[in-house]
């Protein structure tokens, strides 16, 4: 189910006229006909249940209904989702550049992660040592600001959290504390033979927590490959090109769930 | 391997410097130390033999040995990739907004399609119809600038080619010509129960062609579905959130390439 963001210039009006972009979105992208409803929010994450009354060329007009936070709102909009079960999926991001930081955390709770963090490592290139602690809160500002309208936007049926911090590599595998399987997504062949997402993921209960860490652009050193494998961490090499840290996570974590829910629900056959 | 692209300064010289984030790319990403060596082109596609002279903080400087384009060029390039066997993959993606779709086309190329193109669909937001020529060539111009660098970054060893004009989506069928396996991703279930997309691929040599279509923002109309159907493509339900069209693409090209390649390449047992 959808739920729409009520632009920050709605307060509470019981019907409310929506133009551009947005009343495009609501007819052409949701396709939502005359006296079709849809979950609304406004700015402070209050819940309505939005009517469309008329469609004009370039403007919906929508009437709002308050509800409460526990209310159950029955959307008629024409998208249903995936209901579950989703595997329990954090990603664990060595630094990049805030843009892709933004794209990475957007696009990783679109596909339903439970939680992200980013992490710090010897070859990220920003280097946040002398970033001044207010800039550093707008990061994350930022960075929660995408999760948000990426859960609204996707219908996500998961809560995904942050961790309000950055993690330095060497206090991952203590954070993580053996709670499920940890992999990392190394682009060069380790001494031990390595297995493959298919065969590590092949008796993983769905519900199991499983950690996705995904190296800066200059990857990880030897020295951090053989720190995470002592600490239980499975090196996986893709079976690809050398992909950007921005598409090596969603590649991963696309893959990952695609390996788990298709396994888990019963096949259909042709 | 990585390859280096010369910035446009360049021409021909026989010792070059590079400064600021390119030189930090070779020393702090690629982490090249001095003698090693590493393929690179000019803006015109020539073919050159780098090899690292002296680093200093901000200041690469590199000599350069222009090579027969046929000549193997040895990289000593820390980073070696996956060199195949690759799915042979078709992206076919309908028209989101032109950012939307350069990052589209750089991440395909990134993972290793063998070519790409956009569709017009009912749905599809860019109204291209009044669109002057130039405007339209300016755009395939930049996805193709985008495929070009993301092949050199990402060290692919295919030559990703793009269609250079709209495919309208009732004209897809016959372009595809039933070259091999067809799939469409789509948000809805269908009246015919859907196979899984590990179903699909679970007899699929690896080498057999792919088409992967991807939806607009709006999704396909139920007329569209029929038509596809009806001309041998298979709808394919992923088990996720409502996915944005920049996601979709990402998400079923890696998952259909890890299924197919750790399935094709033998297992390592741990």
Redesign the interface.
Known sequence: M?QFILPSSYHGEATFAVEGKES?YLS????LKVGQQLLGRDQGGGKYMLTLQEVTKNRCLLSCAKVDQQDEVTSTD?????RGPYPNLTLLQCLCKGRKEEQIFR?AT???VSSLALVSSR?C?PDLSEKKEHALTSRFDRLEAQVKEALQ????PLSTTMVPHILPLEEVPKWWNNRGLALFFH???REQ???????LLSDHPIERPIAVLVGP???FSDEECTFLEEAGFHAV????????S??AG???L??I???L???E?K????
Chains 1, 2 share one sequence.
Not at 78 to 82: F, K, R, S, V
Not at 267 to 270: E, F, N, S, Y
Request: aromatic share 4%; glycine share 6%.
């Open positions: 959808r495009q052409k992208v949701l396709r024409t998208l249903p989702a995936y696009q679109e596909i339903g070859y290139i936007q996707s219908g996500s682009q060069s062949e033979p390595q297995p493959s997402l298919t065969k652009e200059g990857g090499l893709l079976k690809t090109n050398i992909l950007r921005e598409t969603v590649y991963a696309s893959a769930q695609v390996i829910t298709e396994r629900t096949p259909v056959h042709l």
